[in-house]
């Protein structure tokens, strides 16, 4: 077997954004649905990752920013556009099972309290070498 192409790189750029995305889209049609709590906790998700990821792309380029250099679209467009989208099904979300600031601050707070437990775990017991 070769090397990678460049073709093939990018699809399994694609593929983790495309799967958080489609969490997102389960996410906000469990809450408009059902009104589940779940659902909005499964959107949530989705959009804090893929923003951090975005903000990461500072340093150095997440999924989507590769596949839009892949595709001649430029670092920025498809990372700030799944952004926004996942944040405008959020925005749904919210209003739809009525959340307000406290609520939405708490989500952020938990969600960056795990996601630093995690990177610190990661740091403490796999160093790199």
């Known amino acids: ?17 495309l799967i958080t995305i489609a969490q997102g889209a389960v996410g906000f ?7 589940s709590q779940l659902g909005f906790a499964l959107l949530y998700m989705a959009f804090f990752m893929r923003l951090l990821a975005t903000g990461l792309t500072l340093f150095n380029p997440n999924d989507e920013a ?3 250099q892949f ?3 430029g670092t920025w467009t498809l990372p700030v556009t799944v952004v926004a ?10 209003r739809e099972l009525k959340l307000g600031f406290r609520e939405q601050f708490f989500c952020f707070f938990v969600s960056s309290a795990v996601t ?14």
């Not at 989208?85 to 919210?94: D, E």
């Open 1 to 17: 077997m070769g090397p990678i192409s460049d073709s093939d790189l990018c699809l399994i750029a694609a593929a983790g954004p």
């Open 29 to 35: 049609w469990l809450v408009r649905r059902q009104r």
């Open 66 to 68: 590769r596949v839009g």
């Open 71 to 73: 595709l001649g679209v």
């Open 85 to 94: 989208g996942l944040f405008i099904l959020f925005l749904f979300a919210s």
């Open 116 to 129: 630093t437990l995690i990177v610190g775990v990661d740091m403490a017991f796999w160093r790199r070498g």
